[in-house]
């Protein structure tokens, strides 16, 4: 089905009511890479960046930036603090509750739920 100019749906920036939860996984879900980072967690368990990196076709560099967004929200959680990170192998593990509590959360809002 094709939208026409004059039917599409305008833009909002932040509907009225959103919850927390659902601005949170269109933010960091709803990016790909960071979707195929979780994804990644959730199958492996626990990987480094570099074997992130490597599974998913990335630069160190990129998957550690996305594994900062994730954990500043908490959906991820490192075995090493981040003040003692620096020249270590750090094992990133998804927090699988986190994970679900927004997946729900944005699945109930598109429901109507």
Do not use: C, S
């Not at 919850?19 to 890479?33: F, H, Q």
């Amino acid at each position: 089905m094709l939208i026409r100019q004059d039917e599409a749906m305008p833009r909002l920036t932040k509907p009225p009511g959103m919850p927390r939860e659902v601005e949170v996984a269109i933010e960091l879900i709803g990016n790909r890479a960071r979707a195929e980072v979780l994804r990644a967690l959730a199958l492996h368990d626990t990987l480094t960046i570099p074997e992130l990196a490597d599974l998913l076709g990335a630069t160190r560099q990129a998957v550690q930036r996305h594994l900062r967004v994730l954990e500043a929200q908490e959906l991820v959680h490192a075995d090493v603090p981040p003040e003692r990170r620096q020249g270590r192998r750090v094992q990133w593990r998804a927090n699988q509750r986190e994970v679900d509590k927004i997946g729900t959360a944005f699945a109930d809002y598109i429901a109507g739920r």
